[in-house]
């Protein structure tokens, strides 16, 4: 796949929460780049810093969480659309309102909660479109009429008036994916998009993004638990351990040649038609508390392959090829290339 322009950059991002106990490092140190038109997936277990991620990029993170100096969130912006890079970490609240629903979108876990329930969803969309850009109500509430059609919701006139409660929840969350395309995005954060939908719903939605991102070149970052998911429609994917990314590499490439123990025991765990009956693989252990995170490599204490200097230091990031970046001790003295932890 030939690389297209960045369109954001990640380095060395690092969200603290203070608390009576101590600070919780949710994300600490975390580096990546988004291309255009590309799917990005970051995966991890519950409480790796996967949403937290997601939310320091649209500033959403809020007291007592921060976004701890050093750390750059890069939006490269648009010359053709009027935009300006900017750094989103250090960003106004202006400038990241600018940013935020315009030049980046998000849908959340949950549309049932996301949406105002007093409000239609039409209003809703619209007052995003009205924000941004320079247009009329009338062109406003037809362009979220054009969106709901686009998004696969039959008598769409009929939809725009209704209000959430009247709408299931795979129609909610097409709602939420059209309001957030509304103002034709260059990323789409969709974080858990399908968590709440049955299996046939949830199929139905990521095909569904998966042909959005091929007719309006929308960036996609899906944020999920769900290797099976990103079997499906990620390019490229990011595993997240302890609020770090501990290996990230092309889809292919990852379930083919995985490296990381991290990411070897998630893909075991995989359910499959080979496994004939067998129990499934579990990591044993649990992920360590972010107030009191461990010296050395935090999956230390639960890898199969752990030695004593895991306990004492933390890996750096290892090139295993073009864009496939390891943090473990294990690759540290193949011919893989050290680097610092960046993307090419």
């Known amino acids: 796949m030939s690389v297209n322009k960045k369109i954001l950059e990640v380095k060395d991002l690092r969200v603290y929460f203070n608390t009576k106990k101590g600070v919780s490092k949710a994300v600490d140190g975390n580096n990546f780049t988004m291309y255009e038109n590309e799917t990005l997936a970051i995966v991890g277990e519950s409480g790796c810093g996967k949403s937290v991620t997601a939310m320091s990029i649209l500033g959403l993170v809020s007291k007592p969480g921060e976004i701890m100096e050093g750390s750059k969130i890069v ?140 007719k309006t070149g929308t960036s996609i970052m899906l944020i999920t638990h769900d290797l099976g998911v990103v079997a499906q429609v990620a390019d490229y994917v990011n595993v997240m351990y302890a609020g770090k990314v501990v290996e990230r590499a092309a889809v292919n490439e990852l379930f083919e040649n995985p490296k990381h123990p991290y990411t070897i025991g998630l893909m075991k765990s995989m359910p499959s038609l080979a496994n004939d009956g067998e129990r499934l693989n579990v990591i044993e252990g649990s992920v360590p508390n972010p107030l009191y995170l461990p010296k050395g490599c935090y999956f230390a204490d639960r890898c199969p392959k752990a030695m004593d200097k895991c306990r004492e230091a933390q890996p750096g990031s290892v090139k295993i090829k073009s864009r496939h970046h390891v943090s473990c001790f294990l690759y540290e003295n193949d011919n893989a290339e050290s680097t610092a932890a960046q993307e090419d």
């Open 75 to 214: 939006y490269m912006g648009d010359v053709e659309r009027g935009e300006d890079g900017v750094n989103l970490a250090t960003a106004t609240d202006a400038q990241i309102r600018d940013v935020r629903g315009n030049g980046i979108s998000m849908i959340f876990q949950e549309p049932m909660t996301s949406l105002n329930p007093v409000f239609t969803v039409g209003k809703q969309i619209t007052e995003n479109i009205l924000l941004h850009e320079d247009v009329s109500k009338e062109e406003a509430d037809k362009r979220a009429t054009e969106l709901l059609k686009m998004v696969g919701i039959s008598r769409p006139e009929k939809v725009f008036g209704n209000y959430p409660h009247q709408l299931s929840g795979g129609m909610c969350q097409r709602v939420m994916i059209a309001m957030a395309l509304s103002c034709n995005p260059k990323l789409l954060i969709a974080d858990e998009p399908t968590t709440a939908l049955d299996v046939t719903i949830q199929a139905q939605i990521l095909s569904l993004m998966n042909e959005l991102k091929e």
